[in-house]
């Protein structure tokens, strides 16, 4: 199984390496940027004057084309991509049989969290080739436009594949969230130059992944919620959050306010007991006839257990938001690090509202 959470990491340090690899204002680039102020990354310092001739600069810095450092890093995502690409044909489509490019409604599958991780995916990804040719000295329309389709141009393929296979088909709802996700993050840049909404990614083992049996008649496995911790962080949709978090003081405060940057709110959406796609029933008749049931845990050899179906819940969280993108730093490099790992939530005490059972609770931390 392709280690999807292990490629994201490969691809921002990949892309982050290549931008690195060159100075704002390198001796050896063949581009005429001077970055020595910074227009773009500093909107907290400045006032509106300062933003419009930040504007009028980069309008005349901008080039009809990529600068050196900013080529290169294009080309390395373009093939990191192909690599990705090429490996989940290998893993996930080579062994199933393909067709006419057809279609197949999800919507219902996982209580959504598919679609939630999608659009975070999208959104994040987005963020990373942003930064990436924004480190480069490209100027910002241009690291916008080129750097934000970065996520949405992996999914768009993935949906492809899906829709040629046998076994998928080209979901709908996985591409409007993935069009929400990168739109979230495109709009926001271009309208304010900064990120006032973010979408970010928490998980903790659900333990649900040990419910693998897919067929009780032959005992096979499917490993559908991952066969180990780095398949788990990804495809345990049971233990994943998804949090819009929101930036208090660039949303509803001017600058002179005192309240800290770097503390927001975040809502987060999801959701527990899920054995299987749609349900957790024990299947009824032939085994493997529509797979929509949940997978057992072989608590004895040849015995299996079911989760209850009603197990299965939404969640609803409110909780303070960290955010380290926001920390003063006068390293640009760091800067754009630090915003790249803010993607992942950090653990706060949280209010929890379950829907299902209509009732709160707290937790004095999580993740």
Known sequence: MVKRFVLF????????ISASSFNY????SHSNFDFEIDPFFNLDQQNSSDLSNG???SAQNAKTGL???AAIVVGTEAVIITGIMSSLYVSWYSGSETGNFHFYNDNGEWLQMDKFGHANSCYNFANIGYEALSMTGLDERRSILYGGPLGLSIMVLVEVFDGLSSDWGFSW???TANLLGTGLFMGQQALWHEQRLALKYSYHSSGCSKYDVSNPLT?????????DWLDRIYEDYSGITVWLACDVKSLFMNDRSKYPSWLGWAIGYGAEGMTGEYNNYMPNGKAGTDDNWGRGWEDVPGHL??????ARQRRIFLAPDIDISRIPCKNKTLKHILRVLSAVKIPTPTLEYRPGED????????F
């Open 359 to 366: 009732r709160f609770c707290w937790h004095w931390l999580y």
């Open 219 to 227: 005992m096979d496995r499917d490993y559908i919620m991952g066969k």
């Open 55 to 57: 504007l009028e600069y």
């Open 173 to 175: 709802g996985d591409m």
């Open 67 to 69: 600068n050196r450092s």
């Open 25 to 28: 204002n390198s001796a050896n």
């Open 305 to 310: 257990t079911y989760m209850p179906n009603d």
């Open 9 to 16: 990491i490969l691809l921002a340090v990949f892309t982050f």
